[in-house]
């Protein structure tokens, strides 16, 4: 099997684990897009509740509740909960992906550590094929601000060419990130960052967000585009189009607000 067009899509829908099941079938009424998740223990149930066939994303590692899990079970037992909830498939690739690093994570160099949490959590989802796969903020934006373009690169080759996905990374530094990338020659298949007419979360400003999405070659998806729910939804996608986005996130919130 190949990997999805690179084309990112136009809409990605954020669900989390306090959505509401009412929203989420309405939002699913229509063109659905993509539907984003982000590994939680809450994620199975959020699953069991979409229909057969839609798209999906998701956005690894969930860096908090994995540290919680190595915490209180340890990281064997913490790998063997998610193993069992992942399915054998799922399993298989697991034990593949960490034998293929495993000089890396023995080093504790990041090109062997991020592939192999990335694959964790893609094994606790525990469901078929992905759309794509998102590298989480915190990680992207530690490994950018360590000048660590290399495991970048290598981790967008990884969920290509292992998990038969697109690749993308989740960035709260839109504005560094692209210009970065650029003078690196990584290219991932697209990057998710706040863009928004207020400037929210656009850092190191929004003046420096715009021009460098207006620059970028990488596709851009915007996220956080009504501002925490300060900008109405129709105003937030309308600047994100006028500013090239390629798609956008939005969240259960922001449909349920446009109604």
Known sequence: MSPPSSAPPARFVAVGPSDRREHLAAALAGEPGVVLVRPS????AILAQLPAGVPL???VPDLPQLAREVGEQGAVRAALARL???GVGNSLALAVTVLRHLRDVARQDFRGIVPVMMALDRAGLGVGGLQSVVLAAPLTDLLLAAGHGECLAHVATFVRRRMRAQSGLETLNLGHLLPRLANWGVTPDFVIGP???RGFRMKPSPGAVVAAVRRSSTPVI????????TVPLAEGLEHARSLGAAGVVVTLDDLAASR
């Open 41 to 44: 223990p809450a994620t199975p």
């Open 195 to 197: 863009l928004n007419p």
């Open 84 to 86: 069992r909830r992942g």
């Open 222 to 229: 915007a996220s956080e585009i009504t501002a925490g729910g």
């Open 57 to 59: 994303a998701a956005v």
